[in-house]
């Protein structure tokens, strides 16, 4: 039976990652990555990242990079090319998970752990789901703290680091300042793990650190040719600090050091939910019969601070250390499920009781009245509650395979969310259809016209994507030297005494407003200084030619 609950996990895999995948706007995080990723194949400069053909100074381009390679292979960018190299990297780091976890725990519960990965609530439900960097980045980090265990625990630490050190690069190209923090304490974990200190001053850490930096120092000298690198250096620090204590009252910072763990074992339910057993007498004591497991769980404790400390901080920071977490959980719950331990029990009644009630529920979803414009509602519940019913039966009866069955149950819940939340959302997603229409109706009223943005516009992200996206080439930024036939974006917020002779109109969705889109009037004012609030960098009047 087990493998036949394992063949049904990755086949329920695909359709719970997939289906309309491509149906929602973008979020501005979203756009600013596809839009970078777009300009780079339209001007063919993938060295400096630019939006609007201004320097974009935020992040790193590799992600860019794998964006650009997506669009290519499917001819264009959407919103599907852009969040199906997230559901490969989740993939593999699933894949990832489970490779190194069998030599430890087995495969049955290296399987488990991999699921865990994609089944956690944070991951199935939101983040598998967007084409940003985080997924990505989660899975590098992870491996290199598994390559460090790995080869560091049998003293082949050229291996250890040099591996580790590789994916230092490509993770700080994907991130930037953040990646040396997780290698950083990721090695003073191994190290004090293992009692190694000595490692840190010899040739193997001294050398593959040094060729670390050699590697991003080619980029960097390349980079130099199109921007000061004064001004990117300040910008990864700004990007890297503003979540952090240092940029927040210490109220809000001690508020949070208190809410953290209760609002983070929230999104990563029902997994957390294991906690319970860290909570019971020599659970430490247990752990440490598995070097893995325990290990796992401190670096988990070692890395977390960083977060901990930083009262803005989303989820999506975390995913790579919870996997660390969910190792010990599991390696518990096998001991006391093992022993059928009082613990064990009242968790697993618990867990089978929510999904007897969601199964019940499952058939009677199209009588709710937010998916009638779904198509064949009855049907879809229908067979959706019969397939969740026939897991949830085995999950009373099996034991042994529960764990499975659960995570089993959980694609069929995503599977049931793609099918009936994700088309309601899309369709009443007024605002974020508006940006997108209006981006549309835009360069047809104006077509055949040159457009651009005047000076410092604050044009929101996922506007600039669908703008850009339609016009089908880049929407620059104007800063002199305006084109008296070129049709305008401008911001009457910022700029009062701007006047355009409207043609259409742009929606911006968290500003609710229209800005005006056409000729500039004359006379056209000259503005002082008026990057004030510009946010994120963008709009840098740096211009990426």
């Known amino acids: 039976m087990r493998k036949g609950y394992l063949i049904l996990a990755v086949l329920l895999l695909f359709p719970a990652l997939l289906i309309n995948l491509g149906l929602m706007v973008f979020i501005d995080d979203e756009a600013i990555r596809s839009l970078v990723a777009q300009e780079m194949l339209w001007s063919g400069n993938f060295v400096a990242p630019a939006m609007h053909g201004d320097a974009y100074l935020n992040k790193p381009p590799l992600w860019n990079w794998i964006l650009a390679a997506s669009f290519t292979l499917h001819g264009g960018a959407s919103e599907w090319a852009t969040r199906l190299p997230t559901v490969l990297s989740l993939l593999g780091f699933a894949l990832t998970t489970f490779l190194f976890s069998r030599r430890h725990f087995g495969n049955y519960l290296a399987a488990v752990h991999a699921l865990t990965v994609v089944t956690c609530g944070r991951m199935l439900f939101w983040d598998s789901m967007l084409g940003l960097i985080d997924v990505c980045f989660s899975w590098l980090v992870y491996t290199q703290i598994m390559l460090l265990y790995h080869f560091g625990s049998k003293g082949r630490w050229w291996l250890a680091f040099g591996c580790t050190y590789l994916l230092t690069v490509a993770t700080f190209m994907l991130k930037g300042l953040p990646a040396i923090v997780f290698q950083g304490l990721s090695i003073f974990a191994l190290l004090g793990w293992r009692r190694e200190w000595r490692q840190l001053i010899r040739p193997a850490h001294l050398i593959t650190g040094l060729v670390c930096v050699a590697l991003l120092g080619i980029y960097y000298l390349q980079y130099s040719q199109y921007v000061d690198l004064s001004q990117v250096g300040r910008r990864l620090f700004v990007e890297s600090g503003k979540r952090t204590a240092a940029a927040h009252g210490i109220w809000e910072t001690v508020g949070h050091v208190f809410a953290f763990p209760f ?277 840098s009047g740096i211009r990426i030619e």
């Open 263 to 539: 609002e983070m074992s929230y999104h990563f339910l029902p997994w957390t939910l294991l906690l319970v057993y860290l909570l019971r007498r020599g659970a430490w004591r247990k752990l440490k019969s598995s070097d893995f497991a325990a290990f796992c769980l401190v670096a988990f404790l070692v890395n977390i601070p960083v977060y901990w400390l930083s009262p803005e901080v989303y989820p999506r920071y975390l995913l790579m250390l919870f996997p660390l977490l969910f190792a010990g959980l599991l390696y518990l719950h096998r001991w006391h499920a093992e022993r059928r331990t009082q613990t064990y029990t009242g968790l697993r009644y618990l867990l089978l009781g929510i999904m007897t009630l969601c199964t019940i529920a499952l058939p009677f979803v199209p009588l709710l009245p937010q998916v009638e414009a779904v198509t064949f509602p009855w049907v879809k519940s229908i067979v959706l509650g019969g397939v969740a019913g026939a897991v949830l039966i085995g999950s009373w009866r099996d034991r042994r395979n529960f764990l499975l069955l659960l995570c089993c149950f959980l694609l069929i819940l995503r599977i049931g969310f793609n099918l009936f939340v994700l088309p309601v959302r899309a369709a009443t997603n007024e605002r974020g259809n508006a940006v997108r229409a209006t981006a549309q109706s835009v360069v047809r009223t104006n077509a055949g016209r040159e457009l651009a943005i005047y000076r410092y516009t604050l044009v929101e992200p996922a506007t600039g994507y669908y703008l850009s996206e339609a016009y089908g080439r880049v929407v620059p930024r104007h800063f002199d030297r305006y084109d008296p036939q070129a049709i305008y974006v401008g911001s009457p917020l910022q700029y009062r005494e701007l006047r355009i002779r409207a043609t259409d109109s742009l929606y911006l969705r968290h500003l609710d407003t229209l800005y005006p889109v056409g000729h500039l009037a004359n006379p056209i004012p000259v503005p002082g200084s008026d990057d004030a609030d510009l946010r994120d960098g963008m709009g």
